[in-house]
């Protein structure tokens, strides 16, 4: 079979047989490109052993977007992307945020913390807008103020883990969904900025943690 070339798709399959793994094909189903966000990057994208986090199948359960309600330090939340966003927001009218001349907020920090999805980094945006205004580069939660963005792993990153860990902890889909990805190689379903924060990259986050659970299953 002279000139034979193995697509995409076929490689996946080869690999799962390799590994003895059976993972769900629609995973990698190619979807059409006419009419994709611009944000997206699609499932056949994923080149093996890779899978694409996207939110067109179950994988979706893993982005900081799902609706996975959690509690955390006592208080609840609607998704990890609301606690993230909601960290931008005041926390109260002596935040000095709440204060700042000419600056105004279209949601309370509670609102968002409520939030999923588009909805919740919509707010977020906003709130990035507003410290852009105020020239600031922090954030809060429980009074304490740490940088919003930075090269180290600092108390924004571990917060984002925390929550991550909380919202697998109290959704068993969330820990199931995980697990069936095996040894996968996750990947985001969305471009990112370069060289953002290690928090940015939940994909990683998220192997760090099956591999934890792998460990003591």
């Known amino acids: 079979m002279r000139g034979f070339l193995l697509c995409p798709l076929l490689l996946v399959a080869l690999y799962h047989v390799r590994a003895g793994t059976q993972y ?6 190619p979807v059409p490109e006419a009419n994709r966000p611009d944000w997206e990057i699609l499932p056949q994208a994923a080149k093996p052993p890779e899978v694409i986090l996207s939110k067109r199948h179950e994988l979706g359960i893993l982005s900081n977007f799902a609706a996975t309600p959690f509690v955390f330090h006592g208080k609840h939340y609607a998704s990890v992307e609301g606690f993230w966003q909601m960290m931008l927001y005041p926390e109260g009218a002596a935040d000095p945020r709440a204060k700042f001349p000419g600056i105004q907020w279209e949601h309370t920090r509670e609102q968002v913390a409520q939030m999923t999805a588009f909805m919740a980094k919509d707010a977020g945006t906003l709130g990035e807008d507003n410290m852009r205004k105020m ?21 924004h990153y571990n917060l984002i883990v925390a929550a ?6 109290q959704n068993a889909k969330v820990k199931d969904t995980l697990l069936a990805t095996g040894d996968l190689i996750l990947r985001p379903d969305h471009y990112q900025e370069e060289n953002a924060p290690a928090e940015w990259r939940y994909y990683q986050v998220w192997m760090d943690i099956r591999l934890e659970l792998q460990k003591t299953n």
Request: aromatic share 22%; hydrophobic share 35%.
């Open 164 to 169: 991550m860990h909380a919202k697998l902890d």
């Open 24 to 29: 769900p094909e629609h995973w990698w189903t």
């Open 135 to 155: 020239k600031i580069d922090w954030v809060t939660f429980e009074g304490r103020r740490f940088t919003y963005w930075s090269a180290e792993r600092g108390e």
